[in-house]
């Protein structure tokens, strides 16, 4: 006999759920605590298990429909077997008494709702699950309801747009074409740093001998379904995290293409219209593509792809030496790929600190990458399944190549509306005005700082200034990382552009100097301290080092006080700690580090 599956009760206030996404499709054998599908609460996103195993013989109420509590949603039953009469009309059965569910919600989604129900519930960084509110057609609300604030684009810029604008009293809808979270969330921040620590515990693993721990053998492999599924995970957490927060701020989401209109309404897939009285447009960036032979080879891969393939390429191609290329060629690196650098300018991360260049340099080579830096790519050529890369510096063969070249921004929400546009990015003044009355644009599409970080700031000012506020967003102390080991933290000037405008006193101190970091055997890296000499402004530091982007919050904070170097060598920083290193420095260009021995 078929079994219901209901919309579940998940909490005492909850009336209604909505339908999110069917993760099994009509006729697929399902087991027993298998995730079903994924509702949507008054609060948060939720997978439902299956309370049986058998077959998905019926699914009744499709993604984005609403349905009131303990209403039959679908039927699981013995293959071939057809659901209850009236089934077909997606009437509910009877239904199931409360206290005998057919399915069970999933029991961290459940502790995900308490936590958004007591405003526990933290935006991670950077972080996406499609609150998707239901379409038009099944809504209780009309559309032509108006809202104070639409954003389109739920990433870090279009999420915290949508909230800080609840936060402030408005009513906003927001529209996101695919999971909320965007890049940072799904293909970008958390997916790679993810991977990175998975490097991490590789090169722990293989440098535990010199610490006297002797594992026996350090070979081991890699269950790649496990570590896309880890990665996944973290993801589904973090992204379920914004959802629930975006509907516990009462944010109306809509899954689909937002576009403005003409009359600057934001048409959904081209059917609903939603009218507002401002609009944030925070649609983010894509990877950019080369206009070279061969680039169309599904052998080359961007950092969308990259993250889920099953199989680690022998030999990698990364094109690209900048922040993105360094941390992927970290990543296959550790899983076991040869990796090439190819680079067109003359050194890696060529918009940081010459000497953290120098350092990622040696960084790299120590890790057994070859770098062609100064190399112009100029043709890819594929022959039996593997990729000829031709440079005017040398040929190489690789199996994969990673395509690391920079971003564009997506300009897919721009519709019907002209916008004045900056190297192809949205142009916008201080306060993330464009150039069109009562809309605002934040985040990657603006191309003003490509960090989740900045993002998260430049989608708070938009939204406080379409809810009438006036405030500007100063991205001068935005610190840049790079989660390398040891890794990387800049902020500020680069000792170059300092020297160009000021008279600079530059302060260093090695990590081979540090306690904590000879303790931990992390001694490679420096942190160097730029420092105005008429004022003692510090106008840039850059770390090479363990928790280097933990450590350049400090110096970004510091620094967004104005505070002196002289005031900032006299904090008392815990001991052992890596940030001492950056007291130190910070000592050293007043010619005072008391951990350095006298100059001559
Ligand atoms: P996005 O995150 O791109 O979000 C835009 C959203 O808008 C997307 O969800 C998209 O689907 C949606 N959208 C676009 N057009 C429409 C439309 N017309 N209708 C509806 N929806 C639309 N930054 C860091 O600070 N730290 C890092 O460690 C870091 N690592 C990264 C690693 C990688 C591999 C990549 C690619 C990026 C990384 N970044 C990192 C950059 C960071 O991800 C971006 O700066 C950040 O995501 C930008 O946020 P955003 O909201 O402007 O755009």
Redesign the pocket.
């Known amino acids: 006999m078929a079994t219901a599956i209901i919309m579940p009760k998940a909490g005492m206030a909850m009336e209604e759920g909505t339908v999110v996404k069917w993760l099994k499709a009509e006729g697929d054998s399902v087991q027993q605590g298998e995730p079903l599908l994924e509702i949507l609460t008054d609060k948060v996103n939720m997978e439902i298990e299956a309370q049986v195993s058998g077959t998905l013989i019926r699914i009744l109420k499709q993604e984005g429909e609403v349905v009131p509590v303990t209403q039959v949603i679908g039927y699981i039953g013995a293959a071939g077997e057809s659901a209850p009469q009236g089934a077909a009309t997606a009437q509910p059965t009877t239904p199931a008494p409360q206290s005998a569910p057919a399915v069970q919600p999933h029991a961290g989604a459940a502790i995900l709702a308490e936590a958004a129900a007591e405003g526990k519930a933290e935006p991670q960084?950077?972080q996406?699950a499609p609150a998707v509110q239901p379409p038009a057609a099944h809504t209780s609300a009309p559309d032509s309801d108006l809202f104070d604030v639409a954003v389109?684009?739920?990433?870090?810029?279009?999420?915290?747009a949508a909230i800080k604008a609840a936060q402030l009293g408005g009513k906003v809808a927001l529209?996101?074409?695919?999971?909320?979270?965007?890049?940072?969330?799904?293909?970008?921040?958390?997916?790679?740093?993810t991977y990175l620590k998975n490097a991490e515990v590789i090169d722990t693993i293989r440098r535990a001998d010199q610490r006297g721990i002797l594992l026996g053998s350090t070979d081991f492999k890699l269950d790649m379904e496990k570590i896309i599924s880890v990665k996944n995970g973290v993801v589904k957490t973090l992204t379920g995290g914004v959802s629930g927060l975006l509907k516990s701020y009462g944010v109306r989401t809509y899954k689909?293409?937002?576009?403005i209109t003409k009359d600057k309404k934001v048409s959904?897939d081209g059917k609903e219209l939603i009218a507002a009285k401002k609009i944030v447009l925070?649609?983010?960036?894509?990877?950019s593509r080369l206009n070279i032979p061969g680039m169309e080879s599904s052998l080359v891969l961007t950092?969308?792809e990259i993250?889920d393939l099953k199989e680690v390429p022998a030999e990698l191609a990364v094109i690209g030496g900048g922040?993105?290329g360094i941390?992927?060629a970290t990543v296959f690196g550790a899983y076991g790929s040869k990796v090439t650098i190819i680079e067109m300018e003359s050194r890696l991360v060529p918009f940081m600190d010459k000497e953290i260049s120098a350092e990622m340099e040696k960084y790299a080579k120590e890790k057994g990458f070859r770098v062609m830096t100064s190399a112009k790519l100029e043709k890819i050529e594929e022959t039996g399944g593997k990729l000829k890369i031709i440079t005017d510096k040398g040929e190489l063969q690789a199996d994969k190549a990673l395509l690391?070249v920079g971003?564009v921004a997506?300009?897919?929400?721009l519709?019907d509306i002209e916008f004045a546009l900056e190297r192809g990015k949205i142009k916008v003044n201080d306060r993330m005005e464009t150039s069109v009355e009562g809309i605002y644009a934040?985040?990657?599409?603006?191309g003003r700082?490509?960090?989740?970080?900045?993002?998260f700031k430049?989608?708070e000012v938009a939204a406080a200034n379409a809810m009438g506020r006036n405030e500007k967003a100063n991205l001068a102390y935005t610190p840049?990382?790079v989660?390398t080991m040891p890794e990387v933290g800049s902020v500020g000037l680069t000792e170059e552009a300092a020297a160009a405008k000021y008279e600079i006193s530059v302060g260093r101190y090695l990590f081979g100097a540090n306690g904590r970091a000879l303790a931990s055997g992390e001694k490679s890296g420096f942190v160097k301290v730029i420092i105005d000499k008429k004022y003692g402004e510090i106008l840039g530091v850059h770390i090479v080092g363990p928790a280097a982007a933990e450590t350049v919050n400090e110096a970004a904070a510091l620094m967004s006080t104005e505070i002196t170097a002289h005031e900032v060598s006299e904090i008392i920083h815990g001991h052992p700690t890596f940030s001492e290193a950056f007291m130190e420095a910070v000592a050293d260009s007043l010619k005072k580090s008391i951990h350095k021995p006298k100059a001559d």
């Open positions: 960084s950077g996406a389109i684009g739920g990433g870090p810029a279009g999420y915290v529209v996101e074409k695919d999971i909320v979270g965007g890049t940072c969330l799904n293909r970008g921040c958390i997916p790679t740093k689909g293409v937002g576009r959904v925070a649609g983010g960036s894509k990877p950092s969308d993250l922040v993105i941390e992927m690391s971003r997506d300009l897919e929400a519709g934040a985040g990657d599409i603006t700082l490509m960090l989740a970080h900045a993002a430049m989608g840049s990382c989660y």
